[in-house]
């Protein structure tokens, strides 16, 4: 496969991991190199902008330009970065607790909006760097030592992202390398903001959501499946339980992106502009 | 031109939120512009959208002129309460316009002046609404004032039917009061010389970044900030500039951030409220040396505060905030002139030294407007700091690489075969994260030596005004400086010996001079709006030296020159006050 393309994944290798062996997150950092492989991007053409969390040093282990922010913070960081180049392929890497825990109102922001970048949830359903505590996604029920009677009803990305108006929302599943990284490619294939949630084990907080409870429960969309039906997208969105849908669950093509709306970027990218306080001369007549 | 008697002539303007108290006073702001005076005007506003009461106080001065009077010489009166509420500022002379048809039972001391607005507009261009244009026809023929200026400006600021109908109501109001007003008003304004630039510090701050090549702002509205980025909106297209209102300041801060990371000259703007929200921000621009201009408009807190008025209670805060340590740069404008000429500094600063950059100003200077000599746009530099050029053949670039001065090349990613990255966790010189102690002591390290080279080598150190050597010194920073300059001038007319030392280059602290100036000064005060003399305890702390003397102010309102003077009078030695 990867001899077929002109970027080779030896690009893409970069620091030495320092998950726990068996973490979900392997298999997720796989899926987005052979993604960019497959998309024929080289590494200086990305940007991976990540947020706190054991999901925010994927960029620190691919090959890219990268800037790992604040907790919580990616989405403000990566949507500048692509209106100021919107040349770069911007890509937001977050866990559950960055994304829709302390980033809870970029993350509904940035989807109204719908900025063209690509938003990368890896959705453990729980807080695995700070040892085991509940997320905003962990299961009803699910006993951490900061919920001992157990977590309260989960935030569904699924279902806030349509009705937020996002215009592309997938789920996948870091166990399904091919599956994933079919859905980022169209992740970053899509015009406009693209939300990926990736259920994604984790071998040493969760032993509740492992590989083997997502493999009995995780089904690919059906063919006859219409991503661009909104109503049935959302039925599609609370289904969650014994069954798990993955896929693209809502898609809207055509929508302008927010780039599409900023008159300043007519003109092209804004950081191949040249700077010339002169041009600034013709707007004093109107304080006179 | 013949030289004529120096003028100083204060007009107030008063009515309620809505009916047009402030359009009137930059208008008449503008009139007095266009013929050459040095204007300055102030804003007194609640908050609210509708009635409360609003004034607008437009200091008129063949000198130049820093700072509000608090002795009315003319009082446009839209509604009844200004005239109540007001007659105590008003001078032995001074003369009180207002619509005696809508305004009943007036009672004052003073000269009042009925100008019947509302019938007059009605009756000349069919519109109730211009009468307020009337009473500025009537006060500039109380002033003697060039009507053609005025009929140029309406028809500029207007234009087309609206233009013409204003300047006719003006006339009406000009000519009724030629024919009405049967004493002397004892001040003429006639116009002394070219026309000035008029606008105020929030507009200065917006084209200075604009000549600075800023191209993109982020900014969640606050008052007093909001000006700065309407503004910048407005030219987004001619400027090209990147303009978002974002879902909080928090994304605020952070989009500022991702546009600088990227390449672009970034900034935005909040009050201290909303910088509160923007200090986790502050320590990742601190960490990332991703370059960054905050515009902080102080009003007083905590809190929400006193939303519409002005304080400068932020500057032990902004000189602090975020964990850890870190370079920033924090500029306060001293005048609307200096805002547009800090804020090119600070892009410059920013990105010389790869830090944040706060600018640091208050309701007062942000909503003011004075007059100013067209900037010079020639003279503004733009310096964009080391920026790496790829040596070919590989991306051995490092965006955190150990230099003797601690400020690394910039590349901004997208650049061919360059991969750029940073980190908020402490990183390596590549910028990917670590946790060797080496390391992390070689990153402090590094950031500590380009706080030494921003100290030392970009900021400007401040001077001394009037004597070396004088009885009193007085120590102001930023908005306060026409004040304090008017308070001196009093002072020395008053044969006392006294000398100032402002600061608008506030942090990192210029400590060596500030400390051989204090050596010198006999008796100090510090002249501040803020409740506990935040400048006498960085001061204390960065040079040992205690500043005993503080004028004080933290009622929201201004400082103006008879505020300093009066303290004086009760405190210092120059006056008597035993110690």
């Excluded at chain 2, 701050?205 to 000549?211: H, K, R, T, V, Y």
């Excluded at chain 2, 960085?538 to 102010?553: Q, S």
């Amino acid at each position: 496969m990867v001899t077929l393309n002109r970027v080779k994944t030896e690009e893409f290798v970069g620091l030495k991991p320092a998950w726990c062996p068996g973490c979900g997150n392997f298999g997720i950092l796989n899926a987005v190199n052979r993604a960019l492989v497959e998309l024929e991007l080289e590494p200086w053409q990305v940007l991976l902008v990540s947020g706190i969390g054991q999901a925010g040093k994927l960029p620190h282990y691919t090959r890219g330009n990268v800037f790992n922010s604040l907790h919580g913070r990616p989405i403000p960081v990566a949507v500048a970065a692509k209106m100021a180049n919107p040349e770069l392929t911007v890509i937001a890497v977050s866990g559950d607790g960055d994304a829709y825990g302390e980033g809870g109102n970029h993350f509904l922001h940035a989807m109204r909006r719908n900025h063209d970048i690509t938003y990368l949830v890896h959705d453990n359903q729980v807080y695995a760097l700070t040892k085991g505590q509940a997320s905003p996604t962990s299961d009803p029920g699910f006993v951490t030592k900061t919920t001992p009677e157990g977590a309260v009803t989960p935030l569904n990305p699924i279902a806030v992202a349509i009705v937020a108006g996002a215009t592309f929302v997938a789920r996948s599943f870091a166990g399904d390398i091919d599956h994933l990284s079919s859905m980022i490619k169209a992740g970053i294939s899509h015009k406009g903001f693209a939300l990926i949630d990736v259920l994604q084990p984790c071998v040493t907080f969760n032993h509740q959501n492992t590989y083997k409870w997502y493999r009995e429960r995780v089904y690919k969309l059906e063919s006859g499946y219409d991503p661009a039906d909104r109503n049935a997208a959302c039925a599609k969105a609370l289904e969650w339980g014994d069954r798990i849908p993955i896929g693209v669950i809502y898609r809207r093509e055509g929508e302008p992106t927010f780039e599409d709306r900023l008159v300043a970027l007519k003109k092209g990218p804004p950081v191949k502009q040249a700077l010339d306080p002169r041009r600034a001369e013709s707007l004093l007549a109107e304080f006179m | 031109m013949a030289v004529k008697r120096p003028v100083d002539v204060n007009f107030m303007i008063g009515g309620e939120a809505g009916q047009g108290v402030q359009s009137v006073g930059v208008l008449l702001g503008k009139v007095f512009a266009r013929g050459g005076f040095h204007v300055f005007a102030d804003q007194d506003y609640e908050s609210r959208i509708r009635g409360g009461h609003n004034f607008m106080r437009v200091r008129t001065s063949s000198r130049k002129t820093e700072a509000v009077s608090e002795t009315v010489d003319m009082l446009l009166a839209i509604n009844k309460e200004t005239i109540d509420l007001h007659q105590p500022e008003l001078a032995s002379s001074g003369v009180i316009i207002y619509d005696g048809d809508t305004i009943k039972d007036v009672k004052s001391n003073g000269f009042l002046f009925s100008v019947p607005m509302a019938r007059l507009a009605q009756e000349k261009t069919g519109d109730k609404l211009m009468s307020n244009t009337v009473a500025l026809g009537a006060a500039l023929r109380l002033v003697g004032y060039d009507m053609a200026l005025m009929d140029g400006l309406l028809r500029d600021h207007f234009g087309g039917d609206v233009g013409e109908a204003n300047v006719k109501a003006a006339h009406a109001g000009y000519d009724y009061a030629a024919q009405n007003f049967r004493t002397e008003f004892p001040h003429r304004l006639e116009p002394i010389g070219a026309a000035r630039m008029f606008l105020t510090g929030n507009e200065a701050i917006a084209l200075g970044a604009i000549a600075a090549g800023c191209k993109f702002i982020a900014a969640y509205p606050m008052t007093p900030a909001t000006p700065i980025l309407e503004y910048l909106a407005t030219k987004a297209k001619d400027m090209d500039i990147l303009v978002v209102q974002p879902e909080d300041e928090i994304a605020a801060i952070n989009m500022a951030l991702g546009a600088s990371f990227a390449g672009l000259r970034a900034m935005t703007a909040t009050s201290g409220s909303g910088f509160c929200l923007m200090v986790e921000g502050l320590g990742l621009a601190g960490v990332t040396e991703t370059p960054c201009v905050i515009v902080n408009g102080q009003r007083p807190g905590p809190a929400v505060g006193l939303p519409t008025r002005t304080e400068q209670g932020d500057l032990a805060f902004v000189v602090h905030a975020a964990c850890g340590d870190f370079p920033r740069a924090v500029l306060a404008p001293a005048t609307i002139e200096d805002a547009f000429w800090v804020t090119v500094k600070a892009f410059n600063l920013a990105e010389r030294y790869q830090v944040p950059v706060i600018i640091l100003t208050d309701h007062y200077l942000a909503g003011s407007y004075a007059t100013v000599d067209k900037f010079d746009m020639s003279r503004v530099t733009i310096d964009r700091g080391m920026v790496y050029a790829a040596a070919p053949g590989g991306d051995g670039y490092k965006r955190h690489k150990v230099t003797v001065n601690g400020i690394s090349p910039r590349a901004f990613p997208g650049q061919k075969e360059v991969l750029v990255a940073t980190d908020s966790d402490e990183h390596d010189e590549a910028g990917h994260l670590t946790e060797s102690a080496e390391e992390r002591r070689a990153q402090v390290q590094k950031r500590q030596r380009k706080a030494f080279e921003l100290k030392h080598h970009g900021i400007t150190p401040p001077e001394l005004r009037g004597p070396k050597r004088a009885d009193l010194t007085l120590i102001g920073w930023g908005s306060t400086y026409g004040a304090i300059k008017e308070a001196v001038e009093l002072l020395l007319r008053e044969g006392k010996s006294a000398n100032w030392l402002h600061l608008n280059e506030l942090w990192p602290f210029p400590a060596e001079p500030v400390a051989d100036i204090l050596c010198d000064a006999k008796e100090s005060f510090v002249v501040e709006s803020n409740a506990s003399g935040q400048l006498a305890q960085i001061i204390r702390a960065e040079t040992g030296k205690a500043v005993e003397g503080k004028i004080l102010r933290y009622d929201g309102r201004p400082i103006t020159p008879a505020y300093i003077v009066d303290h004086l009078r009760k405190e210092s030695c120059c006056y008597g006050n035993v110690k």
